[in-house]
């Protein structure tokens, strides 16, 4: 299931307003809303404050085979009350076509649609929509323009939520495998010579433990981190970075205190140079290597309200290890849909009872 917030200004805590009060603009504003174009998808979409006059969290699945339809109706409206919305869009996103013919020809997916409202006791449902060929369509519409051979075109030009998604640095994805895409091993990925930076790193961080003790192999390798995070900086040097710096960081985020430490700089003036970091570490790490950077990588993209972008990110940390533990964690958060904004408190409660605890805490 992918969850995603709203498009989010800097800092990530400063929602931008844009007003959205048709359901056509609601239709058009789906790949703002999730970060990448639907396809063939049920999605949710909260309506917030007292007057459910705002657009909140927006959870998709795909679409099910008719036997799983109930389950995914459940999973979808579980994750999108998290939220406590005052009401509920919800949208079909699908080229098939219409439902018989004649008198009795319909819209298709309306047994899910069902599900669905099913799963919604007490939630207002304002508007049921499905979105197809640029064109959309009130299911419980009686009205002509909504019969199964017409529906409405989608609104024209640029929308006022994908404008303010260009403003803030949402980039709208192709899909979600694009999305996977941008963490995937680059076209000339030289597996042997990354395998080569990493036994050296290896054994050179074994090297510094056993000369100089864990603290300072801990604080060597945080010095590497934060000199890449500099090169990584926007108008910084930006010369890439070589297989064995890579391999040193991949190494060094395997110590737990090293890449909790790391956490931190999601919440920082280098949030989005630490975020460009962990995209180029998780692309070249080798598995299971790129368990850690993948799921600071998922932080980011969470905190600036990008879920979609985290889920991929996790998706890529747990295939690489499935047993690591804070991926998992926050894979479950993603899944309750945790605000980005409870997230941020959390890892600075976490920080902050580290440090209380001193180095061996």
Do not use: K
Request: proline letters at 9%; glycine letters at 8%.
């Amino acid at each position: 299931m992918d969850a995603a917030a709203r498009p989010h200004a800097q800092p990530p805590d400063a929602p931008v307003t844009v007003r959205v009060d048709d359901p056509g603009e609601i239709a058009a504003a789906l790949p703002q809303l999730l970060g990448f174009r639907p396809r063939e998808s049920i999605v949710l979409v909260a309506l917030t404050r007292p007057d459910g006059g705002r657009l909140g969290l927006t959870v998709r699945m795909d679409i099910p085979p008719p036997r799983h339809a109930a389950a995914v109706a459940r999973a979808l409206t579980r994750a999108v009350r998290s939220a406590r919305p005052r009401g509920v869009v919800l949208a079909v996103v699908s080229d098939e076509d219409d439902v018989g013919s004649g008198p009795s020809r319909d819209l298709p997916h309306r047994p899910l649609v069902a599900e669905v409202l099913r799963a919604l006791p007490g939630v207002a449902v304002p508007w049921v929509l499905l979105v197809r060929g640029g064109r959309w369509w009130c299911y419980d519409c009686p009205d002509s323009c909504c019969d199964p051979g017409a529906g409405t075109a989608l609104p024209s030009g640029t929308t006022a939520l994908a404008a303010a998604a260009v403003a803030t640095g949402v980039v709208v994805a192709e899909d979600r495998a694009d999305l996977a895409q941008r963490i995937a091993r680059p076209s000339d990925f030289d597996r042997a010579a990354m395998v080569a930076a990493c036994v050296t790193a290896a054994s050179a961080r074994a090297d510094a433990v056993v000369a100089s003790g864990w603290d300072a192999a801990a604080e060597d390798a945080w010095t590497a981190i934060t000199a890449a995070v500099e090169r990584c900086r926007p108008g910084g040097p930006g010369a890439p970075l070589a297989d064995d710096e890579v391999a040193r960081i991949l190494w060094a985020l395997r110590d737990t205190g090293v890449r909790d430490r790391a956490l931190e700089l999601a919440l920082g003036p280098d949030a989005a140079a630490a975020e460009v970091l962990w995209t180029e570490c998780t692309r070249r790490a080798l598995t299971p290597l790129d368990a850690a950077p993948a799921t600071l990588l998922a932080v980011s993209a969470w905190l600036r309200g990008d879920g979609a972008m985290a889920n991929v990110a996790l998706d890529r940390a747990l295939d690489g290890q499935p047993d690591y533990v804070l991926a998992g964690l926050l894979a479950e958060g993603l899944a309750r849909c945790l605000p980005p904004a409870d997230l941020r408190a959390m890892i600075r409660a976490t920080l902050g009872s580290a440090a209380d605890d001193g180095p061996g805490g």
